[in-house]
């Protein structure tokens, strides 16, 4: 079986515990306006081009069989793509001299993205570490996901995926054996705001976080802090409160924000207004918004020990 990918990276300290290898999947059923994976957003490939790279030789252009590309003004990106015609071919990336147009990701076989992971499996068990599935999200290529995952238990190699949790119950329950791992991203408790910044209902994942909570995995539970959206006090203690009610032992990390995903929204000549003024949380901000959690009874993992406990273990 074949799957569209992001990339596949060694050596991620952020995914799960120990030393491992993330698998990007393509394809996510929110539209978070602060994605920080956008070129993850959906499952098939697009053309992205790098205008810094580009020479404007027009041999793209010339080259593209169904008359996707056109060349633009001064004002506009030098290089304009209709994803709409786009046939995702590749003859424009092969006659581009210097790699200005390029896809945001591959196609990939299961067993070849598994024996990549593998490739760091003494790594792996010499850390507590292992292999992690993330996105996008992989309840869209559910069924690639599963084959990558069976072929790493298979090895004996501690299994992670990192999921918002939006699918059918029925997809998320045919993970449960293939994973020690669930890292549950939960964003904004007020269902009408949920909608509002990702375009999706927050009933099925709740429903979903319940019964996953029932079957007693190992959950880890993020919440992305996002300035005056999700990282605020009120939002904070109502996704916490949901969360004891839940699952009263619950780790929650906060995540805070990262403003590198800005540069990949220019890539894509789409627009960073969103993003504008916006900057990472203060410390102490932050460490407000885990005392809100731990009032709550949860414990907190604290982003900068997991990272020295990995360091540790990785030596």
Not at 207 to 214: G, H, I, K, P, Q
Not at 248 to 277: C, I, Q, T
Request: hydrophobic fraction near 40%; aromatic fraction near 6%; proline fraction near 4%.
């Amino acid at each position: 079986m074949e799957g569209t990918i992001i990339d596949i990276k060694r050596f991620t300290l952020h995914d799960g515990p120990g030393i491992r290898s993330t698998l990007f999947l393509k394809g996510c059923s929110l539209r978070c306006a602060w994605c920080q994976n956008p070129e993850g957003l959906d499952a098939a490939l697009r053309l992205w081009h790098l205008e810094r790279q580009c020479i404007k030789c027009r041999s793209c252009e010339a080259t593209c069989p169904v008359d996707a590309l056109r060349v633009g003004d001064e004002q506009d990106a030098f290089v304009i793509v209709n994803h709409d015609r786009c046939t995702a071919c590749g003859e424009c990336v092969e006659a581009c001299p210097t790699g200005a147009l390029a896809f945001d990701g591959r196609r990939i076989s299961a067993a070849e993205a598994a024996a990549t992971l593998l490739r760091d499996r003494e790594f792996y068990l010499q850390s507590g570490g292992g292999i992690t599935i993330s996105g996008g999200d992989p309840l869209v290529q559910h069924e690639f996901a599963l084959e990558v995952l069976g072929a790493c238990r298979k090895e004996d190699i501690h299994t992670a995926i990192e999921t918002c949790l939006f699918g059918d119950w029925q997809v998320l329950e045919g993970f449960i054996p293939l994973v020690d791992l669930f890292i549950v991203d939960l964003k904004i408790a007020d269902e009408t705001m949920h909608e509002e910044y990702t375009h999706r209902p927050n009933g099925q994942i709740w429903l979903n976080y319940a019964l996953l909570a029932d079957r007693g995995v190992d959950l880890l539970t993020r919440i992305p802090l996002i300035p005056g959206i999700t990282a605020t006090e009120s939002n904070i203690h109502a996704l916490a409160v949901s969360i004891s009610r839940t699952r009263p032992d619950a780790r929650v990390e906060l995540m805070n924000f990262n403003p590198l995903a800005v540069h990949k929204y220019e890539l894509m000549n789409r627009s960073v207004e969103f993003f504008a003024g916006m900057s990472p949380l203060r410390e102490a901000e932050v460490e407000t918004l885990m005392r809100v959690v731990e009032a709550e009874g949860l414990t907190v993992v604290r982003e900068q020990k997991a990272q020295r406990r990995v360091q540790e273990a990785g030596r």
